[in-house]
């Protein structure tokens, strides 16, 4: 290993540089996602160690919620139909989101303070964000529904043009 090597991005790691194999190494979500996954794990060790009947179910849970994440990203990647992609980006944003809410149980149940899970917040919120972008890309329904602006008043009535009344007749022959 030579020092010039570049550093792996997810672990530093400088045995397996090189470009990405599958398409969905390209994206930078799921770069993050793993290097969400490596801040995770340790602090999943050390919760356990802290007090395992407290912490049991969210450290589960944390643990596969993150993986869930980074699994739909790289599925929803490879799809596709625009609107499966979307909906696996979407179960992704779902996933990252409940993580970030299992970071907020560890600080609840005070086996962390905010200050040591504020890191994986913030890697959570990027994620987050990136994957609302991309469902919003490749989601069609998304441009074709929406509500049209109307304006609503209250009060008197606007005023209206006088209306004509223009009637047309039409003649029925009459059969006798």
């Not at 400088?14 to 996954?37: C, N, T, W």
């Amino acid at each position: 290993m030579s020092p010039s090597q570049p550093n792996d991005p997810i672990t530093g790691d400088r045995r397996f540089p090189g470009p990405a194999i599958f398409d969905h190494e390209k994206l930078h979500v799921y770069q993050l996602q793993l290097r969400f996954i490596a801040w995770v794990t340790p602090l999943i060790e050390e919760a356990r160690t802290i007090s395992i009947p407290k912490t049991r179910e969210v450290c589960d849970q944390l643990d596969r919620a993150s993986l869930s994440s980074v699994l739909n990203t790289a599925e929803g990647n490879g799809k596709r139909q625009r609107q499966v992609r979307a909906k696996f980006f979407d179960d992704a944003r779902g996933s990252a989101t409940e993580s970030a809410a299992c970071l907020d149980a560890l600080v609840a149940k005070r086996i962390f303070t905010r200050d040591r899970i504020v890191e994986g917040k913030l890697m959570l919120l990027r994620t987050v964000s990136m994957l609302c972008k991309l469902v919003d890309r490749f989601d069609e329904a998304g441009d074709q529904l929406h509500e049209q602006s109307l304006e609503y008043r209250i009060g008197p009535k606007a005023p209206t043009a006088p209306r004509t009344r223009t009637r047309t007749r039409t003649r029925r022959n009459r059969i006798v």
